[in-house]
């Protein structure tokens, strides 16, 4: 394992305090509509996705051959080491940029849950992985490719 990043604590309390009100609010105008059970299996719904969404883990583990990036529960990335061009710390990404699987344009993906992030660049993409320590994370990934960078 290279790398493991989760969803800070402040992100998680905001993103929870909004999807709580959303619910209350929802169920609440439910009451008065009659559709009470439907609505409370929606907001149940609604719940159990952003409760999965809290624990959004980011991790970058390398094999002898490939690279592999994961945004668990969800998604899961092999990319063979001979096609990483390079590897650099990246600007902090936070909630203006989402979180999990995202695309950032111009071929760019990226696996984020805020916070501290490296830029990996292949033949084909761009990556921004979050990562707590971008410059370690970018040196190992650049050592376990063989050193290669072309800046």
Known sequence: MISEAKIGRASQKVIASVVGV???FII???VSSGVLLITIALAVAIL???????RLTVTIEATDQNL????RPFYSRVVPLEDIVDASP??????????????L???TWGLL????AITIETTNRTWMISTP???STAAAILSHAGGRRTT
């Open 28 to 30: 609440a105008t439910a």
């Open 68 to 71: 592999v990036l994961r945004c």
């Open 105 to 107: 344009g111009r071929k």
């Open 90 to 103: 990246s600007p902090s990404s936070s909630l203006t940029e989402g979180f999990g699987i995202r695309y």
């Open 48 to 54: 159990l996705i952003t409760a999965l969404v809290l």
């Open 22 to 24: 959303a619910c209350f």
């Open 113 to 116: 849950v805020g916070g501290p």
């Open 133 to 135: 320590h971008p410059e």
